[in-house]
């Protein structure tokens, strides 16, 4: 177990819906990535916060967006979902150090997305 | 071409066999590279880290890197059927995200 939780473990939801997916990082960490994950695929970065902040975007439409709060957990929020959005949802934590960060992530155990 | 490629596999190997599992990269300034197993339905679990060229060992696992050639390996001797999951490489540049490969499913049979 590496300490980073996720919330919900699963869900259904319908094309055009608006969703809210949670993540409290491992103890100590003060970072948190998101990530998702296609049926065969490796994941895809979708962004990366730091100290409340966005720091660093994948190729993800600006409808999915995202939030950390003062205790390092985090939210990603998807809105309009579409059919492609189907996916698990993969949150990592890690912890910044100095001028670059340390690299070493450790994920949750993700959030299963079917939209329907 | 991908960022970061694996051969799908399936990779089957013997139980007690050394499975060899490779991986390749396209953007040399790459600084950190990462082994991840992934057991069907669960989520990534970090395996290895590897910084140096050269090989590092930790276990039953070698993680070999040859940053000239882009290449990062993975060597798990004695494989056990417990082994039998999709092996994740994941290389890192200077922008803090993590690039993976699409995965190399191993099955290693009793």
């Known amino acids: 177990e590496t300490g980073v939780t996720q919330s919900p473990t699963h869900l259904i939801k319908t094309r055009g819906q608006q969703v809210t997916l949670r993540c409290s990082s491992q103890?100590?960490?003060?970072?948190v990535s998101w990530y998702q994950q296609a049926l065969g695929q490796g994941p895809q970065f979708i962004f990366q916060?730091?100290?409340?902040?966005?720091?660093g975007r994948g190729n993800f439409p600006p409808r999915f967006s995202g939030l950390q709060f003062p205790n390092y957990s985090s939210e990603l929020n998807v809105n309009a979902l579409e059919l492609d959005d189907s996916a698990l949802y993969l949150c990592?934590?890690?912890?910044?150090?100095?001028?670059?960060?340390?690299?070493?992530?450790?994920f949750g155990p993700g959030t299963r997305l079917t939209v329907l | 071409q991908k960022e970061v490629e694996q051969n799908s596999g399936p990779l089957s190997v013997p139980e007690g066999a050394i499975a060899s599992l490779n991986c390749t990269y396209s953007d040399r300034g790459s600084q950190s590279f990462f082994w991840y197993r992934q057991y069907s339905g669960k989520s990534p679990e970090l395996i290895m880290f590897i910084y140096s060229n050269g090989d590092k060992e930790d276990g039953r696992f070698t993680a070999q890197l040859n940053k000239a050639s882009q290449y990062v390996s993975l060597l798990i001797r004695d494989s056990q059927p417990s082994d039998s999951a999709t092996y994740l490489c994941?290389?890192?540049?200077?922008?803090?995200?993590?690039?993976f490969g699409t995965g190399t499913r191993l099955q290693v049979f009793p």
């Open positions: 990592a934590s890690s912890v910044a150090g100095g001028r670059t960060f340390t690299d070493t992530q450790y």
């Open positions: 916060y730091y100290r409340e902040e966005e720091n």
């Open positions: 994941a290389v890192m540049g200077n922008t803090d995200k993590l690039i």
């Open positions: 103890s100590g960490h003060n970072t």
